[in-house]
């Protein structure tokens, strides 16, 4: 709460204004309301009187003087001036963390793949077919020590399925496992976790930093959704793959995808991994993500989840199956950073990392700004195989993209808990990357603070 205790009025002083990166809004399920503002790190919830006069401070009416003064201390109500003056020094603050951040470095060794997945963004894709060489590894390494020397960074083996169960992708992966450790990288690794159960012994003699695993649901869920080409079911196989990494110590990271088909067996796969006593494993972790369409329409557009809507069936979900909270919380934009650390996150300029914390790169020997993006036509912004090219004004133009360089950011309230978004995304919808991919922070903010129960504290 603000102040809890109003006796004098005051006229508003006209020299102060309602700071532009206020977001505020109903908390679903109360009659309260938040308040977060990322500049200035304030967060507070508003009871129905305070609200009342937060009204009465906006429409130029009268408050009292204690809590008008508790707006200006939290920088809910600012000098213009002084908080422009703010805003340069957290940008400045943002972009030299953001240059010692460390690097995600996506190399994709095949984009071919044993499963035929619904909603596979990869399907349309045209790549040479001819497998990478060990020269063409080789290079892969000699360019990334030497144009990212100095900075903490680690590989992420994409794909396409990196772990085919084939003599010769062994033998690719193996290469890859090696040579990241004799460049002190650790590796994550994304697969549909078919025949993970294979290359337990070649991944254990890498420093593994996790594994990426999809289940979709349990049993028919699951296996109408990700199956072999030409058919056949995979739930069980990826079951025992993830068994075998948690009993080896590898770090499993499983991430469901959903949308309105399949959000049903929520609660059973959180139920099964429970059973599994997957939960209670420290190397075992849960993500969630929304299918949606990145490069090409789908079929059935219609079974997609907005990205609000997504999270609202989850929060629903959650109060009727309260075990969904030991498989899987989501962040609901800031809320859950907030409940675990009592404070905000730093301002977020910048929410897409291609070509400043991301880069890709593939067999081809070309590079790319992310995963988004890579193996793309016409994404490509040089190459590292056979020999070193760079399309510097793509790779500019990438490098650039944050709300200051997006216009359509300028005056929204919620650029600093967004971050503009998506560069692949905006410019799938645009042509460009300085344009924003929206996100419903005010909304998400209404769930988690209900969620975290963060306005009973």
């Given at each position: 709460m603000l102040c809890q205790d109003f006796k004098n009025n005051?006229?508003?002083?006209?020299?102060?204004?309602?700071?532009?990166?206020?977001?505020?809004?109903?908390?679903?399920?109360?009659?309260?309301?938040?308040?977060?503002?990322?500049?200035?790190?304030?967060?507070?919830?508003?009871?129905?009187?305070?609200?009342?006069?937060?009204?009465?401070?906006?429409?130029?009416?009268?408050?009292?003087?204690?809590?008008?003064?508790?707006?200006?201390?939290?920088?809910?109500?600012?000098?213009?001036?002084?908080?422009?003056?703010l805003y340069k020094q957290k940008y400045l603050d943002f972009i030299d963390s953001r240059d010692d951040d460390e690097i995600q470095l996506f190399f994709v060794p095949n984009y071919s793949c044993n499963f035929a997945c619904t909603y596979c963004y990869q399907d349309e894709y045209s790549n040479k077919s001819k497998p990478g060489s060990q020269e063409m590894v080789d290079a892969f390494f000699r360019y990334i020590n030497l144009e990212f020397a100095g900075r903490r960074k680690y590989l992420t083996i994409f794909g396409g399925e990196p772990l085919m169960n084939s003599p010769a992708q062994k033998e690719m992966i193996s290469n890859l496992v090696n040579q990241?450790?004799?460049?002190?990288?650790?590796?994550?690794?994304?697969?549909?976790?078919?025949?993970?159960?294979?290359?337990?012994?070649?991944?254990?003699?890498?420093?593994?930093?996790?594994?990426?695993?999809?289940?979709?649901?349990?049993?028919?869920?699951?296996?109408s959704r990700r199956f072999l080409k030409g058919g056949g079911a995979t739930f069980d196989k990826i079951v025992e793959g993830i068994d075998a990494c948690l009993r080896n110590e590898l770090p499993v990271n499983l991430r469901m995808v959903i949308d309105k088909e399949n959000i049903g067996g929520l609660p059973a796969l959180a139920d099964f991994a429970i059973a599994r006593g997957w939960t209670a494993s420290p190397y075992f972790k849960t993500q969630v993500g929304r299918n949606y369409e990145l490069h090409h329409c789908q079929a059935t557009a219609g079974k997609l989840f907005d990205r609000f809507s997504m999270y609202e069936q989850i929060y629903k979900l959650t109060e009727e199956h309260p075990q969904i909270a030991e498989f899987y919380q989501p962040s609901y934009s800031i809320t859950k950073y907030l409940a675990e650390n009592g404070t905000l996150p730093d301002p977020l300029f910048d929410s897409c990392p291609a070509c400043k914390t991301e880069?890709?790169?593939?067999?081809?020997?070309?590079?790319?700004?992310?995963?988004?993006?890579?193996?793309?036509?016409?994404?490509?912004?040089?190459?590292?195989?056979?020999?070193?090219?760079?399309?510097?004004?793509?790779?500019?133009?990438?490098?650039?993209?944050?709300?200051?360089?997006i216009e359509a950011c300028s005056n929204c309230s919620m650029q600093l808990a967004c971050g503009g978004g998506c560069g692949a995304i905006s410019k799938n919808n645009t042509g460009t990357v300085h344009s924003p991919d929206c996100r419903p922070v005010k909304e998400l903010l209404g769930l988690g603070f209900s969620a975290f129960k963060l306005d009973q504290s």
């Open positions: 005051s006229r508003l002083s006209r020299l102060m204004n309602f700071s532009k990166h206020n977001i505020y809004s109903l908390i679903d399920g109360s009659d309260n309301h938040y308040i977060v503002n990322l500049l200035s790190g304030s967060a507070d919830i508003l009871d129905p009187e305070e609200f009342r006069m937060l009204g009465d401070y906006m429409a130029g009416r009268e408050v009292p003087a204690e809590f008008l003064t508790e707006l200006e201390l939290k920088g809910y109500v600012v000098d213009e001036t002084k908080e422009v003056k990241a450790t004799d460049s002190g990288l650790e590796i994550c690794i994304v697969t549909n976790g078919y025949s993970v159960v294979d290359y337990i012994d070649i991944l254990k003699a890498g420093r593994i930093r996790e594994i990426q695993i999809t289940l979709d649901g349990i049993g028919s869920i699951h296996d880069w890709a790169f593939d067999y081809t020997g070309q590079i790319y700004s992310c995963t988004a993006t890579v193996g793309k036509e016409g994404e490509s912004l040089g190459t590292f195989y056979p020999a070193v090219t760079r399309k510097d004004e793509m790779i500019k133009a990438w490098e650039e993209r944050d709300v200051i360089s």
